[in-house]
């Protein structure tokens, strides 16, 4: 039972280079987002998507897009990496039926940008 | 412009003391507050949540406090343990809005033992 896959566990990149996070989840959810983690600021929601088709932006969604072609993935995509990018990623899938919604997570994508 | 406000930042207890954890929040569209609770290299779980028409709910250890006119509300940890030294984090929900979940910047807590 994977739950929430996220690739890659760490990536270093240049300021301006381009790279998508992937982001897979096998629970059937509706609902997807993407946070990052800084220090102090907890997490802070970049993009969500309610269903295949369908994307919003959340806090700070500025340097990042978002697709959702499927129902099971939800890429993240810097098209120009700055240093104010380099954070922890997160993204996490929830489903949308039942009394208690839990958000799961996946185990984060650390990033560097030099 | 944060909207959901958490304090405090870190926090010490001695084992077999109480952790409390407080929230605010200002959008009254929000309608469901979970906890999540996370560990060094890994993702936030969910601990704990509760919906606005209950003022409390208790499970095991970990109870939630809340008050919808203050637009408020807290995690209380009873008889702390060294294993529940963690970050944790509050958050809301807006169902209609789309299921987006706004979390609280985080407290860092350490049990003494």
């Known amino acids: 039972n994977a739950g929430v896959t996220q690739t890659p566990k760490f990536q270093v990149l240049k300021t301006g280079q381009s790279m998508t996070l992937q982001c897979a989840q096998d629970?059937?959810?509706?609902?997807m987002s993407w946070y990052r983690q800084d220090p102090g600021m907890g997490l802070r929601l970049i993009h969500y998507s309610v269903g295949a088709g369908i994307t919003d932006q959340g806090e700070v969604p500025n340097g990042y897009n978002v697709s959702r072609s499927t129902t099971e993935d939800f890429p993240l995509r810097l098209l120009s990496a700055a240093p104010s990018q380099t954070s922890v990623y997160f993204c996490?899938?929830?489903?949308?039926?039942?009394?208690?919604?839990?958000?799961?997570f996946g185990q984060g994508t650390r990033l560097t940008v030099v | 412009q944060q909207q959901v406000k958490q304090s405090p930042q870190s926090l010490i207890v001695q084992k077999g003391g109480i952790s409390i954890i407080n929230c605010a929040y200002e959008n009254t569209a929000f309608d469901y507050f979970p906890w999540y609770q996370q560990f060094p290299g890994k993702g936030p779980a969910l601990l704990i949540a509760?919906?606005?028409?209950?003022s409390e709910k208790k499970e095991g250890r970990f109870t939630i406090s809340f008050n919808k006119s203050a637009k408020q509300f807290s995690l209380h940890i009873m008889d702390s343990q060294p294993g529940d030294s963690a970050t944790y984090f509050c958050?809301?929900?807006?169902?209609?809005?789309?299921?987006?979940?706004?979390f609280g910047a985080g407290t860092r807590l350490f049990v003494k033992a």
């Open positions: 996490a899938s929830t489903g949308t039926g039942g009394v208690n919604t839990e958000a799961f």
């Open positions: 629970m059937n959810h509706e609902y």
């Open positions: 509760i919906r606005p028409d209950v």
């Open positions: 958050a809301a929900t807006d169902y209609t809005g789309g299921f987006k979940t706004i």
